[in-house]
Structures are given as structure tokens and as C-alpha cells.
């Protein structure tokens, strides 16, 4: 079985642009989560769709949005970018809300 | 609030050595916990998922062990090699909490030194 990819893997980005970040979960798996991971905060939570719905949300201003598609595939966007944006973006998915995560590779962003 | 507490939060062994890496969290009212490994710049990983029902999970040369009354998970790696040298991180998921989110520990980094 394939497992969560992301795309793309880098991006470089100037401060009030705006960034679309994609995620394909394992397939069958419904639930995908999003996580923010920086030297300084670590990995922080940002969001988790399960079926379409956003289930959770971080504590992260609204420039930071996501969406799930029917297929589970998910995306971010982050409109007015920040230096502070500048991180790993991971990407989890699962079978179902509670289960084990399983992450992709990652969107290292950077903004300059 | 739950909060996930790794130590040591650095190790470095010699290849061969048996170890074991520490995670405590606050709250025992967890539905699983899951342990991963991140290579530099890369992703995560997961090694072992244990439910809140289990007391331990092994894969190969790793075995997790879970003591919810305590708040206590370890990760004992045997025969450590220097592919193991990674950053460890450890994650609760809070049973039926509002959030449903992964809360990490802030890892342990790990040097296995030929």
C-alpha cells in the first residue's frame, strides 16, 4: 500500500504571498491532520478532517485554512505569509479519528 | 491538560548497546500511544502504536511498553546500530477528548556511535 505523500516537498515563498500544501492519505484511510513543526515549537497541531469535516482545529490565526476532498485527499493554504511560516508541514492520516498516525514526507516551507 | 515529558532528551551509545528511552504524560485517560522516529529534515516515522488496552508491542529489535496508572511508556531498543540514530518522539492521543490530535513528547535524540 502506498503511503501519505505530499506535495511539493520545498517551496520558497515572500512574505503576504499565499500557499496551497497538498496531502494524499493511505488510501482508505478518512481522517487526515495537519501539523506545523518548527525548531522552536515543535510540532504543534493545526487541523484534522475526517470525511469532508473539520473535526479539530489548533490554535493558529485564520490564515491558516484547510479543506478534505471526497477522495480524502487534503490541502492547506496559508494566505499572507509570515517569516514566523517558515516550517515542516506534516501531514497524518488514519483509518479512523482515534487511530495510529501515519505521516508523509513533509513540505519544508520557506519564507523570505 | 495533557502534557507529554521525554528524557533523556539526548543520548549517545556505543553500536551493540541496549537502551531504553523514556516518555511520561500527565493524563492517564489516553486511547493510544504511538512511538516515531524522525531522520533530520524528514518525516515521521511511526514504530509502534500501542492501544490503551495493551501493555506492550514489539517490532524486531524494538519493544514498547505502556503503564497508564504510572503515565509511563518506554521504548527499549536492543543491539542498537548506528541506523537507529534518529530523533524519538512519543504521542498520546487523549481518550475521547475534544481534540482527537496527537500530543508529542519533545523527543530524544539519539547517536549510535560505530
Known amino acids: 500500500k502506498a503511503g501519505v505523500t505530499q506535495t511539493p516537498r520545498y517551496l520558497i515563498k515572500t512574505r503576504g504571498q499565499q500557499v496551497t500544501l497538498s496531502c494524499s492519505p493511505i488510501?482508505?484511510?478518512?481522517?487526515v491532520s495537519w501539523y506545523q513543526q518548527t525548531p522552536g515549537q515543535g510540532l504543534q497541531f493545526l487541523f484534522e478532517?475526517?470525511?469532508?469535516?473539520?473535526?479539530n482545529k489548533g490554535n493558529f490565526p485564520g490564515r491558516f485554512s484547510g479543506r478534505q476532498f471526497s477522495n480524502s485527499r487534503s490541502e492547506m493554504n496559508v494566505s499572507t505569509l509570515e517569516l514566523g511560516d517558515s516550517a515542516l508541514y506534516l501531514c497524518?492520516?488514519?483509518?479512523?479519528?482515534?487511530?495510529?498516525?501515519?505521516f508523509g514526507p513533509g513540505t519544508r516551507l520557506t519564507v523570505t | 491538560k495533557q502534557e507529554v515529558t521525554q528524557i533523556p532528551a539526548a543520548l549517545s551509545v556505543p553500536e551493540g548497546e541496549n537502551l531504553v528511552l523514556n516518555c511520561s504524560f500527565t493524563?492517564?485517560?489516553?486511547?493510544?500511544l504511538q512511538w516515531f522516529r524522525q531522520d533530520p529534515g524528514k518525516g515521521l516515522t511511526s514504530l509502534l502504536l500501542?492501544?490503551?488496552?495493551?501493555r506492550e508491542q514489539t517490532s524486531g529489535r524494538l519493544n514498547a511498553s505502556l503503564d497508564k496508572s504510572s503515565g509511563r511508556s518506554t521504548l527499549y531498543i536492543a543491539a542498537s546500530q548506528p541506523g537507529d540514530s534518529a530523533t524519538y518522539l512519543c504521542?498520546?492521543?487523549?481518550?475521547?477528548?475534544?481534540?482527537?490530535?496527537?500530543?508529542f513528547g519533545t523527543g530524544t535524540l539519539l547517536a549510535v556511535q560505530p
Open positions: 493524563d492517564s485517560a489516553i486511547y493510544n
Open positions: 497524518a492520516s488514519s483509518l479512523e479519528s482515534m487511530g495510529g498516525r501515519y
Open positions: 488510501s482508505g484511510h478518512r481522517s
Open positions: 478532517y475526517f470525511s469532508e469535516t473539520q473535526r
Open positions: 500501542i492501544q490503551s488496552s495493551q
Open positions: 504521542a498520546v492521543v487523549d481518550y475521547g477528548g475534544a481534540t482527537n490530535k496527537l500530543i
